[in-house]
């Protein structure tokens, strides 16, 4: 943790009370954003999101979890294990986590807001809801990572975000690598529809470059071999086109009715094995 003056006057996450800057010496963590009094700083037990999020094995949790109840955390809060009841003061009511389904009292739950990641995977919910500090600082140095696999989670989601690009820039390079993997914030977006949106509008500037601007871009599409007609056979196409299927084999673009008419026989493939076999007798 690091010395800290800031600008306003922060809460200590140990002792829950006032950080008075000018005259306190208090510590932030670098990695998770907690604070704490410089004498409260050695009484921190929770273990640091940004020691979470960082382990190989760190995966974010795609289960709704359900409240497990008062009686199966011993009447106890999840992190503290300060004890809790609904009969008792009001500092002793139990605060509900929506990532963990546990329970925490008000020193460990202080009613931060965020989306639940298993929500938006099962519901296209992205609605914000209570969690635990441990919880929102978790979410917060993830947010923007790309954790998520859509082809693991539900159907629905899947289509409603199978937009098929060749790049997408600044804050969204890993689209680059695939167009699988998703960090939390992109899925929020989503569930508002401005992820589809940026989505579209930089699929249309880079296919506007590659089919008409750019020559060497155009030198990778293809001509269909397969059309009868003179003037679809001299026009460019590629396999990110509409109505067009791709030889499984050497991968050469063909119109699709073409290439069903000829039952899927593939003109670059016939061409390869007659060069082979012509080799092969001479």
Sequence with gaps: MQRSRGRRNPYCEVCMSTIWRMVQSWRRCKACGLRAHDKCASEVHRVCAGVVASRRDFRLATAICEERGLCAQDYACAECEAPLSYEGPANMHPRLCEYTGLLFCSKCHWNDTWSIPARIFHNMDAKPRPVCRAAKQLLAIVDSRPLIDLSECSVFLQ????LRILQYLNRHQHFVEGADMYSLAELRELCTGNLLRDLEDIHTVFRRHIEEECEICAGNGFYCELCEDQE???????????????????????????????????????????????????
């Design 232 to 282: 679809q056979r001299n026009q460019l196409i590629f396999p990110f086109s509409e109505n067009v299927s791709m030889c499984p084999q050497c991968l050469a673009v063909f119109h699709s009715k073409c290439f069903e008419k000829r039952s899927s026989a593939c003109t670059r493939c016939e061409r390869r094995r007659k060069r082979a076999d012509s080799l092969r007798e001479d």
């Design 159 to 162: 289509n409603a975000a199978k």
